[in-house]
């Protein structure tokens, strides 16, 4: 089921639901750098990167997730392929009905990107993960894109630059949930993690210009509380590029005040973070990790 407008008749509190993620994988930068542009972000960023310091800012990260509870999982990065530790873009995990863990496998806009897809699938299938590749041609950049609404078997869906809308049918049937579908009309915000920040069941963080009017009605007639995120910290500091594990803890680029006093009034626990080596090549905290349920 492909859900693209409001409908009345849907209530998210009607599905099914999903158990947590308590597993996170991390690929560590030990590549990482910026060595071609595929994003507005990386414009004259080539070569720039500071290795040691974007090495201190993922450990700090890493130790902020294990101090929450979470089983976070490491593994080695692959040289000549800097994006790799990126790992929330290659593949989408999820259960079946019976709990069993499966991963579909992402196709990737990018040439350059490629072949990260066989690393991660690899992962997955040393852990007894079932790879489920689609059944057609196009673009799905897995989690970056496909992101699983807290607690409800409902899939919130991204496309317009790295995924393809067609492909939403195909991966809702494989994870036998429906998909709300969200057009992305901005290139800097080229997933939907950069602009769209689940925080729980009924709480969203957005830039609002991201969107089409279509999507905001959408957005709007799904969560009882939607955040409107300015374009300072949306733009500069990558602050919707967040990750929230718990419903409760936030983790988010420093600096983001905005955002920070938004959370906190709203009764979330902040930690932020210095991501910014890897702003450079486009992404922040949600896309360092991936949550799998194996």
């Known amino acids: 089921m492909i859900l693209s407008a409001k409908d009345p008749t849907f209530e998210v509190t009607q599905l099914p639901a999903l158990p947590p993620a308590k597993t996170v994988l991390m690929v560590r930068p030990t590549y990482f750098d ?37 089983d976070v999982k490491v593994l080695d990065g692959v040289e000549g392929l ?43 299938e040393s852990r007894g993960v079932a790879t489920v590749d689609l059944p057609q041609a196009g673009d799905f950049e897995g989690m970056g894109d496909a992101l699983w609404h807290p607690g409800r078997r409902l899939l919130w869906g991204g ?48 830039y609002p210009p991201a969107f089409t009017s279509q999507g905001l009605e959408l957005i709007e007639s799904m969560f009882d509380r939607v955040f409107h995120i300015g374009e300072e910290d949306a733009m500069e500091r990558f602050a919707l590029n967040a990750f929230c594990p718990n419903g409760r803890d936030v983790l988010l680029q420093s600096g983001s005040s905005e955002t920070i006093s938004t959370l906190q009034s709203a009764g979330f626990v902040t930690h932020e ?20 349920w194996a």
Not at 162 to 185: F, G
């Open 273 to 292: 973070h210095d991501t910014s080596e890897f702003i450079k090549s486009g992404g922040s905290v949600f896309c360092m990790k991936l949550q799998t």
């Open 82 to 124: 800097p994006d790799m530790v990126f790992c929330a873009n290659q593949s989408l995990p999820y259960i079946n009905q019976e709990g069993d863990p499966h991963a579909v496998m992402s196709h990737m806009h990018s040439h350059h990107r490629a072949d990260e897809v066989n690393h991660i699938a690899q992962w997955h």
């Open 34 to 70: 910026v060595e071609y542009v595929i994003n507005p972000h990386m414009e004259g960023q080539i070569g720039t990167v500071d290795q040691s310091r974007a090495m201190d800012q993922w450990q700090a990260i890493h130790d902020t997730l294990v101090s929450l509870g979470l």
């Open 159 to 206: 496309y317009g630059y790295r995924t393809d809308l067609s492909m939403y049918e195909a991966i809702s049937t494989l994870v036998d949930a429906p998909v709300a579908v969200l057009e992305l009309v901005d290139p800097s915000f080229y997933h939907l993690d950069t602009c769209f920040c689940l925080l729980n069941e009924s709480s969203v963080m957005i």
